[in-house]
């Protein structure tokens, strides 16, 4: 089945630094979402993207939807300590007949004050 | 505010008892999702309805079955749960091209 690879995996930060992340397909989708997962509670979207190019950005976080539309990234600017936590990206393959999401692997974020 | 409600929080059933979720939704989307998720990885979609419309996973467990009796209301019923059922449970809710809204999931331990 489809697989979406997120990368880093985890990473330690200091406060204040900016973060990258990014999520690549091994085939095309059509809608990218970047959410948030704290612990015990349900993922919160940060992000939609619908169109390849398409550069958003939410406060201090910028994402983009790659070009081929099998890629995207989110960007966090001068991270703060509440932003620890679990990024996730998911995307929506459009030949799937249905509306259905595929998540990415998480990326673990940890800032150091 | 509108939302997608999880009860309970924290569900504890026993190895082989029968257990149901559920979820509830004021948003009025037709499209309501169920998602596994264990220890930190990805979510792992289960199945999902399109209004009445049921997809199920290709590798998700007969041991698992759902029902939607309206739009706002979708269960989960697992019928036998076993050791590796213990999970977070996230249901989700959509309205065709929009981004999923999930709730706050139910935390299922199986002793």
């Known amino acids: 089945g489809q697989q979406l690879n997120q990368s880093p995996q985890s990473m330690f930060i200091q406060e204040g630094e900016d973060v990258s992340m990014n999520c690549t397909s091994s085939?095309?989708?059509?809608?990218w979402l970047w959410y948030k997962q704290d612990p015990g509670e349900g993922p919160v979207l940060l992000i939609a993207?619908?169109?390849?190019?398409e550069l958003t950005s939410n406060g201090r976080l910028t994402a983009q939807f790659g070009i081929t539309r099998k890629d995207s990234f989110l960007n966090i600017s001068a991270s703060i300590p509440s932003d620890v936590g679990i990024y996730f990206c998911?995307?929506?393959?459009?030949?799937?007949?249905?509306?259905?999401?595929?998540f990415g692997t998480g990326t673990r974020l940890k800032v150091l004050a | 505010d509108a939302m997608v409600i999880q009860n309970p929080r924290y569900q504890v059933t026993q190895f082989g008892k029968p257990v149901t979720l559920s979820c509830s939704q004021t948003l009025n989307h037709n499209v309501m999702y169920w998602y596994q998720q264990k220890s930190s990885q990805a979510p792992k979609l289960l199945f999902h309805y399109y209004d009445k419309d049921f997809n199920n996973e290709a590798d998700t467990p007969d041991n698992f079955q759902s029902r939607r009796p309206n739009t706002s209301f979708c269960f989960l019923d697992i019928r036998s749960p076993g050791l590796g059922d213990a999970a977070m449970y996230l249901c989700?809710?959509?309205?065709?091209?929009?981004?999923?809204?999930f709730g706050n999931g139910t935390r299922l331990t199986v002793t």
């Open positions: 085939s095309i989708f059509n809608t």
């Open positions: 989700a809710t959509s309205r065709e091209n929009s981004p999923l809204h």
């Open positions: 998911a995307g929506r393959d459009p030949t799937s007949g249905t509306y259905k999401y595929i």
């Open positions: 993207l619908y169109k390849a190019g």
